[in-house]
């Protein structure tokens, strides 16, 4: 508690005397930060059921504040009449005074005014919409859950009571008549593209994975009618096993269509009636998220394009509310895969609004009583996440809202240390790290210590932007305290790599992947260490592989930090070319190649428990933008930027890299380089046998065939060079 | 965190291994314990309207928690159809395995089994119904909010996770058909008393202070009808400042019956109607918590025993769906005031589950952010509150279930010790103490040091009773520290009394009569202090008097206590004498009689702001129970307890006490003490000039003129003694 006291004064600070952050006139409804991502959070989370039973989440969700207060100090220079909306019973306090009622209009007085609006909902969340000529409900005004005494004695808001003040949020709710709590997904009608009907069954194949409602056309008679859902023709015919299945009742004389209301994932549904049911057609309503696909790519190898393309699917279909792990099971958002869509959808959709959301519904509310979905590995991408946020946003407004519960977080986190610094998996932790078999969690864990690590810094860099001096120093010197701890314990010599844990005080001889994969692109390692980590671990064979495209997404990235783009394209199209040839239209959970026929589609012991529609199967996406295009931040919102194209033994390539104020456009061939960028200052390495040439640019020569030249915004650049 | 952790095992040994929790075979509906109180607080507390404004609390209103997982484990000799009744969404798990949909009824077949009934509910509390012939839902299930991870391999719930497992909380709600959600006080029609029609008013007289809904009959014609609420009669007639209104539109060429929705106080109301708005009369419908006047009290004096009805009537008007401090205004639950409304309970309705539910509703959840309603005071009041419950209680069930969050709430306090180890007043804290002119709050205040102390002694009881034995010890030690410390820092020679506070470590030289009075009845004197202390401050007029019956509550205990009851009979008779003589059907928020007229109805610069039902001003109920029949528990439930009669100048008094078992009945004159329990063990202690005389008793003599008698339960004793 004392920390928020401190932060308390900064928020108002912050919120008060930071004009810059009042947005134009457009009145948005706004409610209090966090809020409505929880509110939706658990909306959506509580949708997943298992043929046929509810199956909401294993853990504790949270509520929105029940009761807000938001407030707004202004001047008028002429009356004006507001029209307002809210969701929930409310007041308005003008000047410190009560108004009549619960007002949908009225007009103020010209003059410097306080208005304040205190809501009270229990089922949505708190919410308001203020719109006149001038005064609009917006980011400015300022709201709080009254976790203090916090009114003075005229009636108004005070600055010395330590209560937290936080700038509203808002999104894209624009109109009175939309509030937070109508918010929907977009739905669209589609066709199947084949049907087979034989005797009371009818088998429908919409030709590619999919999410929505089925429909049920020409449906009359009397009795039951079966929906079995399949990500594969497999499973929608295996009625006693498929994992999703919905039942009605029918009872009627005239043909009927009948929508169903829960949202499903499919490509294949089997629907069999009974009694004297009957039925013509099965379409279904397809539901979305409206997002722009602004970045792109496309080269002479048509897999990889088709790659691309499925990849992006995939990513499509998972960015639902939020971003969530796979579209037929679970639909929750777990933080681990949460972390790769983050990072995916800023080479696609670059959408920081979900990934706010997202954000905010993993981390709830205080007090914290686990690790986040239970998981300390994903305890820590929530900071990752957070940190990645920053540098591809620029977005301090957000990171200041969500500083106090990175705080509580934290908190919780270091009050599991062990009696040397580490953590430990205690009662009730799960550590999750990858799917699979053997994976030792015993002891101190050197991958979740790396994570804590960087977990740490991120804490430091987030306590600068909110302002937190004495945060910054404590959780930059509890880093470096960590990593120099780090790799004295964990790295061996001998092994040339770092060692997976140490129990009871004994390192074990057991190295594995994860912690040497990610403390190459952390940047954790010496240059000497880095190659020796790549001979000893990464490429060699007798180090257990790695199965889940969700691990196979780091251990491919830091390949490519090391420069293995041609290692790594051909690794791409093995694997996940693999699961093209094997029919798949988005990317699944899980691949093993060594698997055969229905078997590919069997987990958890279950046939049909895997998921064939699984975000973390999507990370071409993100490898082809920052690892070929070559195009990353280097300092927060693209102000500076790299662009390093490597071909990787493709002839060509060409893509964008959405950014927020437009778009970094590269095609790149063995001997051309064309880059033209909408954004900030970057700078184009090219690696080239000769010195390169460029119109208009000046380049220079950095040694060991790299050069570099400066992209300035809204200039179009051809560059002649010749690719090693 | 760490607290919960250790504590966790500690409920899931008390919820599973202690098979006597479980009671008979009566289905009641069962939720999560606190949560279904928190619900219903905020749905009470925001029905508070100020001249047509919404009114809502101004601190933090928490939430039930959305999600919960109830679960029991049990044996069937045969198999057995269950119905299933809930709240929310669900699931049901039997053995680890999902049922297909959400099952109303199912039979579970003979032999060991594990039920899970997991429930989803944003608006309202989740909340289960279970009815089998055997296996119904009662307090003997677990339940959590999962606030770890909780599931073994087998899909049941483990014990090795360290997760919170308390047993459900229920109350009376013992039909599918009455869920908690759907708890409403009852209402009676009730006539109004006196009605005069002038032009277009009508003002309407009910005889008494009441609660309700106006119901306005014969209405007709268009324009509006404007309703105004007075406790008194000029209130209802000053249109312009009156507390309390509506305002509702008519369009009705045929005559109506329109009662209004919300409910409110008042004696008189004044309705006028504009436009061509016509209406024949007014009635009521009266809203009350349905309880028995279990307490009683009569005696020679008429006037007192008047003092004792319209008290035991202000009690029931403000116990509603909890013990709230006025009807008319705030209409919330203030701990302080809640704290005297449990213990005149103890001598009225005897009612535990309001007293229950108060505690909960006030506590909320955590993170705790402030202190109870903001007010310093108002937190000890809370472990206070806890402390009486189990002594006329003995409820050891709810004091496992609420001491987690006393935990909490002490780390809050703890936490905010200054280095001398005291309490002074921080940002956004109140320190309340008393409505009194010039009452410095400045530094280190005694009142609130003394009852930070009893607090600790409270939290060691409570550590004992939930088998927190570490606990137990710090607490005690703690108290002990503090009561030291209090003594040597507040208490003075030179004024024989607790001075009032120190400011920048020197000792003011402010007597006032808050701490001396309480250090009393706390029993922290010696008998010399007390002695000292009621010469020096109770009987001493230059002490600033008190002009709240809030206050006048703990000064006529302390008195009390010290054998003044003439005095204080005196003053009883004064003080609410004085109300009633001025027409109150109800006592007030305040009295001064010192004012006049109509100003006796201001208050906080309000011609009407002062409430004329204040539960706060019922205290003689308690003070004739407990000091002159002279009832009240030495061990938890009346399992000892003790009657000390004290005619106080009276001729005659006769009363019961209620117990969770019966009652214990007492008459007294000056020549004979009749007594009959129905309870525990019970000492008779007698204060005579002569050694008193019983059939059947033993009499002690224990000096003094004081002698000693045991009562056993069921017998009647009549002794013949001779009043002092």
Redesign the interface.
Known sequence: ??C??KLSLLFLLFGMFMPGIISAQKATWMWYPGDFEI?LG??MQ?RRT??????????????????IDFHKNFELTAPEEIEIAVEG????KLDGK?????PAKMTIPAGKHQLNI?V?N??NVPAVYIKGKTLVSDASWLCT???????DESGKASD????IFLNAATWNFDDAQTPPSKYQLARKAVSAKKAEKSGKSLVVDFGKETFGYVRLHGLKGKGTVNVYYGESREEALATGTCETLD?KNIDSAQPVTLTLDGSRAFRYVNVECDGSVQLDSVSMDYEYQPLTYKGSFRCNDNQINKIWDVAAYTMHLTTREFFIDGIKRDRWIWSGDAYQSYLMNYYLFNDDATVRRTLWALRGK?????HTN?IMDYTFYWFLGIYDYYQYTGDEKFIAQAYPRMV?MMD?VL?RRNANGFLEG?????QFIDWADKLSKKGEVSFEQLLFTRSLEAMSTCARIANDKAGQEKYGKLAADMKDKFFKTFWSDDKKAIIHNRVNAQLTDNVTRYSNMFAIFFNYFTEKQKQEVKQSVLLNDKIQKITTPYMRFYELESLCTMGEQSYVLKEMKDYWGGMLDLGATSFWEEYNPAKKGADHYSMYGRPFGKSLCHAWGASPIYLLGKYYLGVKPTSPAYQTYLIEPKLGGLQWMEGDVPTHTGKIHVYCNTKEIKVKSDTGTGTLRINSKSKPSCKGAAIVTKGNGVFEMTVEKGKEYLVKYQAK
């Open positions: 508690m004392k928020f006291s509110w658990n909306e509580n298992e043929r046929g039973a509810f199956f909401p989440p294993f853990w504790k969700m949270d509520s929105h504040y029940v009761l019973r409310y007041n308005v009560l108004v009549f009622g619960s205190k009270h229990q089922a859950y009254e976790d203090k005494e916090w009114i010395q009571s330590g209560t039942r205080d007090p914290v009583t686990s239970t509580s919780y009050g205690l009662a009730g932790d799960w």
